[in-house]
């Protein structure tokens, strides 16, 4: 029975509570410290998870295509986060369909602040904080592995001349310079943000619109990814992005609309507007003031619309590199259409063939008769 507790803690989601209801009493749970081991257990089965992934799904694909080094990276990045989000997607619908979050939007602000969960509810704000936070230490293996490889090479070439003191010098720099300085920075932002936001959400009592929001940017993500995956295998293929563009801006619409409602509308108008951190009720007495409320809602505002304005500025810049690609591709066209219209006037002008012999422009045979001998 011991371990049997013990276990329980690291399975199962803890600080479960009795909450009495009209149909009897519903057990229910709010966050502790204890949910720090439940992650970690979790974190260790997302890893787990990643490596089967990797090893049986996405290496037979690559051996298959025969990516590029830059490719095959990014290849990896699109397919894990392809599963994932896939996965999330439709146990989010499936939360919020069940909870009536969506067929009630009004129960996104009533009665907050929410510090009892339903169990699905926390179980899959613990499973996406773990999530996240395996992609940390993935993303140091990343580097080590990248960075051997190219010691590795460097040490070889270096040995194989010779160097010895130059090699061991080489392989230490490249210990310390990562060769992948571009891409860390950008994973480590958007895991970053990811984990701001379901930590934020889960802390402060917002869970229902986070469902919400999270729904909403895997939904945008999962179309991303699946085009990058699409566009790998064949690169005249870009259907899928203009499908991601589409789906990228209603969602950015429906995020903004949501924020406008749950903050302009919602909270101000919550029953306890006193600041209670016992209670967990952190931001209903500061949307009652509307200086505070109209500032957060510009903020909002001027973030939805640097988005919009970093993706307006990405499809301009690919469909310039579009259209330009096709007229580089019709002036090539015309190029050769007119060579190869000055090939058949040079061949016109050298004679004309007639019954399928080249005939001289007099008529005559080009082809000298040959004389009989007397």
Known sequence: QVTAKTAFLFILPQYNVSVPTADG????????????????????????LHAVVQEYILDKINRRLHLSKVKHGKFNESGQLVAFHLTSVIWCLYVVVTEGYISNPRSLWENYPHVYLPYQVKFFYLCQLAYWLHALPELY??????????????????????????????????WLFCPCQEEIPRQLRCISLY????????????????????????????????????Y??????????????VVFVVTRL????????????????????ALDPERGNFFSF?????????????????FQASVMWRFIHFQLRRWREYWN????????????????????????????????????????????KKLKSP
């Open 232 to 245: 790998f295998t064949d690169e005249n293929n870009e259907k899928l992005f203009n499908v991601w563009a």
């Open 25 to 48: 009493e519903l057990v229910q749970y709010h966050y502790g410290l204890k949910d720090l081991v439940t992650i970690l257990f979790y974190i260790f089965i997302a890893i787990v």
């Open 286 to 302: 500061l949307f009652n003031n509307i200086f505070f409320r109209m500032s957060v809602l510009l903020l909002v505002c001027l």
């Open 141 to 174: 293996f990343q580097k080590v592995r990248k960075v051997r490889a190219r010691g590795r090479f460097l040490g070889e070439e270096a040995l194989e001349r010779g160097w010895v003191e130059r090699a061991e010098r080489v392989e230490s720099l490249i």
């Open 195 to 230: 984990l701001l936001h379901i930590a934020g959400a889960y802390l402060l009592n917002l869970t229902r619109l986070g469902l919400i929001l999270l729904l909403l940017q895997y939904l945008a993500e999962f179309f991303f990814h699946m085009a990058r995956l699409v």
């Open 325 to 368: 690609e096709q007229s580089s591709r019709k002036r090539a066209a015309a190029t050769a259409a007119g060579t190869k219209q000055q090939t058949k006037l040079l061949k016109r002008d050298s004679g004309y063939h007639e019954n399928g012999v080249v005939k001289a422009e007099n008529g005559t045979s080009p082809r000298t």
């Open 254 to 273: 429906f995020t903004l609309t949501l924020y406008i409602l749950v903050i302009g509308f919602g909270l101000p108008r919550v029953e306890s507007q």
